[in-house]
C-alpha cells in the first residue's frame, strides 16, 4: 500500500470521531491522541501536502522540549527578546521514519496514532 493511501486511510478514520456523539466516539478520539514513544504515528497538521507522505509515519521515539532558533538563528535574533523571557522553546516529535527507517524530528505539528491491528482498534 502506497503511503498515500495509508494517509487517507488513518486520515478518515480519525477524522470520522471529531464529532460529539456516544462513547465510543470519544473514546475512538481519545484512543488516537494517546501517542506514546513506540506506538506506529502519523503527523496530521500537513495531512494534505502529499509531499511530505515519506516523513509522516514512523515509530515514535520520543516527544520533547527544545530551542525553537538554531544556535545560528539564535544570534540573529537574539537581541529581539528580554533576558527575562530566555530562549523560546518548542515542542519536537522524533519518529523511526516508516519509509526508511532514519530518524526524523518534526515541530510545531500534531500526531495521531496509527493502527497496527484490527484487535487494538476500539
Not at 486520515?11 to 491522541?33: E, H
Not at 514513544?37 to 514512523?58: C, I, K, Q, Y
Request: charged share 30%; glycine share 6%; with cysteine.
Amino acid at each position: 500500500m502506497s503511503l498515500y493511501l495509508l494517509k487517507c486511510a488513518v486520515y478518515a478514520a480519525w477524522s470520522s470521531n471529531l464529532i460529539g456523539g456516544p462513547q465510543a466516539t470519544t473514546d475512538r478520539f481519545n484512543w488516537f491522541r494517546n501517542v506514546h514513544p513506540g506506538m506506529l504515528v502519523m503527523e496530521t497538521s500537513t495531512a494534505w501536502v502529499n509531499d511530505r507522505d515519506e516523513h509522516r509515519f514512523g515509530h515514535l521515539i520520543a516527544i520533547e522540549r527544545g530551542n525553537f532558533h538554531t544556535d545560528e538563528e539564535w544570534e540573529e535574533v537574539k537581541d529581539g527578546y528580554s533576558e527575562e523571557d530566555g530562549r523560546p522553546q518548542d515542542t519536537f516529535w522524533r519518529i523511526k521514519l516508516l519509509s526508511d527507517g532514519t530518524e526524523y524530528r518534526w515541530r510545531n505539528c500534531s500526531f495521531i496514532r496509527v493502527p497496527e491491528n484490527l484487535k487494538d482498534f476500539p
